[in-house]
């Protein structure tokens, strides 16, 4: 069954790989693009190839990867999120509220990931149930949770600190989660994306669940056919979106440890979707891989570090990312006409 | 000694160079047949503060302000404007109001494109001050708030006296596009030219998400290690600015001079992470928006208000330190 209904869709093979099909994967040109940026940048910059910079841009990238790996569910099945730059702010800083309320540390992130799923299923009802486009749904969600955001704070920044409430072990734990490092190297935030990329592989890799995912975005009226709950598949794809949203939200927070409803976040919903469509992820639905992402993650985190690190003028760095976005997705989509 | 000297005047506000506007008057402007019909039959005046952007972390302040000046002067004062920088958001919203007020004081989210519907405004015979953000494209009557290349100066002497006259300095800001980031980075270029030990080596233009600025320093600063001074010209890259020094352990070896009084950067002066920040104490410039309106109403001649810098160091930030 699983075979007729992923007909369209181009999942991931499970098994093992040869080199030859790892050379010839739809990653591979992202994978070599990204090579050639990173080799382009050892030789034009000084500090690119440190262990420093490499770190720091393992951090920077993670928290738009987290994202971005939810993304790439949804964006599978065929739909698109636009909420999640709103998401992420109303949750972080909810979560952050709790803690100077004197909530414990588990309850409070806990309820700003449960935040963060009734939002995805707020989207994922509008879009099935309710019938909206998701491109629709998720723009009003958009607008309403920044306002609730806004509302929430009263558009006042949220310093998460022992003088604004916060108790003194549950700010050392919430502060290890964003600024901590794991053996005093890697960066905590970098552990989370790493768990949530495998645990997400998993899941679209290797269950049910994900290759349900792929039948949905390649073709709704086959899977439907084929006896798939297509509006339950897209719901659960939204509540992961918002859930992984919520907790790099509240990632953010640990590591800054300061929000504000107005700005956290703000358009970083375009930064997500270009990195999922960079990474082979398509807007038609039925494409993507969690190793695309991460490699398109990578892409826009790189290319961002490098041309700070050339000292190009930032108004020249916007052109730049830009122009990356359109011919990493326009090679992309070439070569996939060409071998079709 | 000279910085020791120059954190004691820290302590107050200190008022900037008067703008050279004049006295205004009532009897010199057009007003609108019902604007003077309300005036003469003593009902409340209906004011509206147009802010350019109400969800920003000064827009409770300047409410505040605009609070005060309604209660003040038994006024309906309205603070309205758009979430995020709109300036179709903010002229629209002004034009479906015109008909209702009675005096606007508006601070624009871009002068070129909200100086028209200013001057459309007081073509109407309503009377327009702005206020925080001056809108020197218009014809508004006068401004109250702070001399924004002014404010950059004293930054930038700040800066130059801090780091005791030689270093290289980066200047960060969110937005180096927008008009408030151009005067202010003017500013600061001219007084860091009288320092000649002193390079400026850059403007970092970092966005407004807090991630960004902070991964925008973190970046620039592994760039250019040679820096020894960060000059931020707003709110929001001052802590980053300060935690970055903070977390790479460069208390002391890196300087940073930045502007308002964010909790987080008020923890930073303390620590010493940051060494002065420039406040422009957002709850006198409401109050000022709504004051000049209903003075001018009154028939009382008003003039652009300065509401001068406040200079806060490790010495003086306890005073608006939250207990």
């Not at chain 2, 147009?50 to 004062?77: C, L, M, Q, R, T």
């Not at chain 2, 004293?154 to 800001?173: F, N, P, Q, R, Y």
Request: some cysteine; aromatic content about 6%.
């Amino acid at each position: 069954m699983v075979d007729v209904v992923r007909s369209g869709a181009r999942a991931p093979t499970r098994g093992s790989f040869s080199l030859s099909q790892l050379l010839w994967a739809r990653e591979a040109g992202v994978f070599l693009a990204l090579l050639a940026l990173c080799l382009f940048l050892t030789f034009a910059t000084g500090g690119f190839l440190t262990s420093l910079n490499l770190l720091n841009v393992g951090r920077q990238i993670s928290l738009l990867g987290i994202m971005a790996v939810g993304m790439t569910f949804v964006l599978i099945a065929g739909e698109v999120d636009l909420s999640v730059g709103s998401t992420y702010a109303f949750c972080g800083l909810a979560s952050g509220m709790l803690i100077c309320a004197g909530w414990p540390l588990f309850a409070a992130v806990g309820l700003g990931v449960v935040a963060g799923c009734v939002i995805g299923l707020i989207n994922g009802l509008l879009s099935t149930y309710g019938r909206l486009p998701s491109l629709i749904a998720t723009l009003g969600m958009l607008s309403m949770v920044r306002g609730a955001a806004l509302i929430l704070t009263n558009g006042q920044p949220v310093t998460v600190n022992v003088r604004n409430g916060a108790s003194e072990s549950v700010l050392n734990a919430f502060e290890f989660m964003g600024q901590g490092y794991l053996f005093g190297v890697i960066p905590m935030q970098l552990v989370f994306f790493v768990i949530v990329a495998a645990i997400a592989w998993f899941i679209l890799s290797m269950t049910n669940f994900g290759f349900r995912i792929f039948a949905v975005g390649g073709s709704a009226k086959a899977a439907r056919v084929s006896g798939i709950h297509v509006s339950a598949v897209k719901i659960w794809a939204f509540i992961l979106m918002g859930a992984l949203a919520a907790f790099a939200g509240i990632l953010s927070l640990a590591f800054l440890p300061s929000g504000q409803a107005g700005r956290t976040g703000l358009g970083l919903e375009l930064d997500v979707i270009a990195a999922t469509i960079v990474g082979g992820a398509s807007l038609s639905g039925g494409e993507g891989t969690i190793l695309g992402t991460i490699l398109g993650v990578l892409i826009i985190g790189v290319m961002r570090n490098g041309l700070v690190l050339m000292g190009v003028s930032p108004f020249v760095q916007e052109f730049m990312i830009g122009f990356v976005i359109v011919v990493a997705v326009g090679i992309d989509k070439w070569s996939t006409r060409r071998s079709a | 000694m000279k910085i020791a000297a120059l954190m004691v005047v820290a302590a107050t506000l200190l008022p900037l160079s008067a703008k050279a506007d004049g006295p205004v008057k009532v009897s010199d402007f057009p007003l609108a047949d019902r604007i003077k019909e309300k005036v003469a039959s003593g009902k409340p005046l209906d004011i509206y503060v147009s802010y350019h952007d109400v969800s920003n972390e000064f827009a409770p302040a300047i409410k505040a302000g605009v609070a005060k000046g309604a209660a003040d002067d038994k006024v309906n004062a309205q603070f309205i404007g758009p979430v995020g920088s709109d300036a179709n958001a903010q002229i629209n919203e002004i034009e479906t109001l015109m008909g209702k007020m009675d005096g606007l004081a508006i601070s624009s989210v871009s002068s070129d494109a909200l100086g028209p519907v200013i001057d459309r405004v007081l073509k109407a015979g309503i009377p327009v001050v702005t206020y925080n953000t001056d809108n020197p494209n218009s014809k508004r009557l006068a401004f109250a708030g702070q001399d924004l290349v002014q404010s950059g100066r004293e930054a930038g002497k700040l800066m130059g006296t801090v780091l005791d006259g030689k270093g290289k300095v980066m200047i960060t800001t969110i937005d180096a596009a927008a008009q408030w980031s151009l005067d202010r980075e003017k500013g600061v270029r001219e007084a860091l030219k009288t320092f000649p030990g002193i390079e400026v080596v850059k403007t970092l233009n970092t966005g407004s998400d807090p991630q960004k600025i902070y991964s925008e320093i973190e970046n620039a600063m592994l760039a250019d290690p040679s820096v020894t001074g960060i000059l931020s010209l707003e709110c929001c890259s001052t802590p980053a600015a300060g935690t970055w020094v903070q977390r790479n352990k460069k208390t002391g070896a890196i300087k940073v001079v930045g502007f308002d009084l964010l909790d987080q950067t008020v923890q930073l002066v303390q620590s010493g992470d940051i060494q002065a920040t420039i406040d422009q104490a957002p709850e006198k410039q409401g109050f000022e928006a709504v004051d000049l309106l209903v003075q001018f109403l009154n028939g009382k001649p008003i003039e652009s208000v300065d509401t001068g810098v406040g200079i806060y160091t490790k010495d003086n930030i306890d005073k608006v330190a939250k207990k």
